[in-house]
């Protein structure tokens, strides 16, 4: 099905650094949610954005909804060894719609 | 939060036998759950979108009399794997849709299927 294109597929930092990913899309998205997933887990919600432009925080998390609403980042701070994992992006066209989702981007922390 | 639960966890099965897996709204009542597959590795393949009191929907390419979906009450959904193969081994993840106002979803903690 279709996807968003999430970047990067995969990084590796140091504990301490700041990550940054992003989702595109050559359409428009209203509501852009990130998400995270432990091995073994569900996706669990970190950040939901609802207004093009609009810049929400989650302790050490930031994301952006682009102002095109084509695309939308996250920011983590100051990473820690427990933000190992996979963060996906997942983007609403329409109200009632179907979730899109990104492929994912792997974060490993080496303390 | 709004909080989903799946059961069971994990199971193992014998092919050719079906295993039915829940999908419970714990704190807020889902008209619309959505049932998600998903191999290593890989994102999330959406395969049916379960609304209560009406049949599902389901994605090209599911076929529905394989994967059995019903939405009896506004806090329960379940889907039933009917004749399971190896193949259908893999990670299986439900959603609620959050209560009207916000477009957000929220899964379950998954359950591991493998068909031996």
């Known amino acids: 099905g279709q996807q968003l294109n999430q970047s990067p597929q995969s990084m590796f930092i140091q504990e301490g650094e700041d990550v940054s990913m992003n989702c595109t899309s050559s359409s428009i998205f209203n509501t852009w949610l990130w998400y995270k997933q432990d091995p073994g887990e569900g996706p669990v919600l970190l950040i939901a954005?609802?207004?093009?432009?609009e810049l929400t925080s989650n302790g050490r998390l930031t994301a952006q909804f682009g102002i095109t609403r084509k695309d939308s980042f996250l920011n983590i701070s100051a990473s820690i060894p427990s933000d190992v994992g996979i963060y996906f992006c997942a983007g609403l066209r329409n109200q009632g719609g179907k979730l899109i989702f990104g492929q994912g981007t792997e974060l490993s922390v080496k303390p | 939060g709004a909080v989903v639960s799946q059961h069971p966890s994990r199971v193992i099965c014998k092919s050719g036998t079906s295993v039915k897996i829940e999908c419970r709204s714990l704190?807020?009542?889902?008209?619309?759950m959505f049932w998600y597959r998903q191999f290593p590795k890989q994102s999330l393949m959406l395969m049916a979108t379960?609304?209560?009191?009406?049949?599902?929907?389901?994605e090209q390419g599911v076929e529905k009399d394989k994967f059995l979906i019903n939405h009896a009450s506004l806090t329960l959904s379940t889907l039933t794997v009917t004749s399971a193969h190896p193949e259908d081994s893999s990670f299986y993840i439900c959603?609620?849709?959050?209560?009207?106002?916000?477009?957000?979803?929220?899964f379950g903690p998954g359950t591991r299927l493998l068909v031996l």
């Open positions: 379960s609304n209560e009191g009406s049949k599902a929907t389901y």
């Open positions: 954005l609802y207004k093009a432009g």
């Open positions: 959603s609620a849709r959050a209560p009207s106002g916000q477009e957000t979803q929220y």
């Open positions: 704190d807020f009542q889902a008209t619309t």
